[in-house]
């Protein structure tokens, strides 16, 4: 856990406000849900929440301060107050028997503090036999025990475990701050940073995985394929399945990058300038005058589609050349 201070925090700052202000007036939840899509801070927040209810500080507005005994423990994932169940290594699930082995530690006294702190980082991933079993831990929480729970949504809970939770809405970041870590910790040049905050969809997750010879060379040059396809005045099957090979070479990143390029066309057709693929404009200028909103939304309809496809092990070539001839044809009836 790298970072121990609330104010080192970019984003969520509503989030954040009211964290702290139920812990200053000591009206902390027993439960919290935080949900919000994969890579935008959840679980940091999450556990700073959980070092500043074991944290040292005199005052509770300075806590977690990031230098008391219990800051450093935490810091170093050796609290022995502090609980982090996720699932074993080479597993997808958090399974049953390590919800028990935690409630069986909670019912025991704290170590070291007269409190305890839970950290679900994808809370989602216990399956349903885990869940129910730690629906009673939801129902009867050991005395001085915070709960604080990580997914990206509600809907691979149990409402139960929903319903007993505080739930902590988080959105995306806003793309000066991913440009901003981009640069500190990448040492990208600032028109780079800002290239790949905008393509991130506001996770620094993301942003901090993309690779830059994806952002500077075969986005442009796929964007560019399906913009000559598109605006070709007749059908060209060669240039459709070269466009569909390297589609399908790079699977649900070209589903993800012709989707942000939608709704760049939207954003241009509704007079907005503020587009991710911002180093194109050219092309979404003559994409958003060919389409009209209708045709939009139904090509992105088609990116669906073909990515439901590719999840039922369609066949992929042609999942993509059909995804492709969606974009030559005139407007849905």
Known sequence: MAVLRFEDIL??????????????????????????????????????????????????????????????????????????????????????????????????????????????????????AAQNAFL????????GTLIILVAPGVQNLLPTIVSRCRIERFGPLKNEYIARILIEKRGLEEVEASLVAGLSAGSVGAALA????FVQKIRPALIKRLA????????????????????????????ALIRLLLMDVI????????????????????????????EIVSRFDCTLETEAGLTRNLNRSFLFENLLLSFVEGEPV
């Not at 940091?44 to 074991?54: E, F, K, N």
């Not at 099957?237 to 649900?252: C, H, S, V, W, Y």
């Not at 300038?273 to 194109?280: E, K, M, V, W």
């Open 136 to 143: 009673k831990t939801l129902e009867e929480p050991p005395p």
């Open 267 to 294: 954003l241009k057709k509704m007079g907005l300038d503020r587009i991710s693929n911002f180093d194109l404009t050219e092309i979404v200028d003559r994409l958003a005058q060919k389409w009209s909103i209708k």
């Open 11 to 128: 984003g969520h700052e509503d989030v954040i406000k009211r964290l702290r202000r139920d812990l200053a007036g000591g009206r902390l939840a027993h439960a919290y849900l935080f949900v919000g899509p994969e890579g935008i801070g959840k679980a940091g927040v999450a556990r700073l929440l959980g070092a500043a209810t074991l944290c040292k500080a005199s005052e509770v507005s300075e806590r977690p301060c990031g230098e008391c005994l219990p800051c450093g423990k935490i810091q170093r994932r050796n609290h022995p107050d502090f609980y982090e169940p996720a699932p074993a290594e080479g597993k997808r699930w958090i399974r049953i028997d390590q919800v028990r082995e935690l409630q069986a530690a909670l019912a025991l006294r704290p170590f070291e503090s007269d409190r305890r702190v839970v950290v679900i980082d994808g809370a989602e991933k216990m399956n349903e």
């Open 228 to 255: 000559n396809i598109s605006t070709d005045e007749a059908i060209d099957p060669e240039k459709i399945l070269g466009a569909a090979k390297q589609m399908e070479m790079l699977g649900e990143d070209s589903l």
């Open 210 to 213: 993309m690779d830059t010879d």
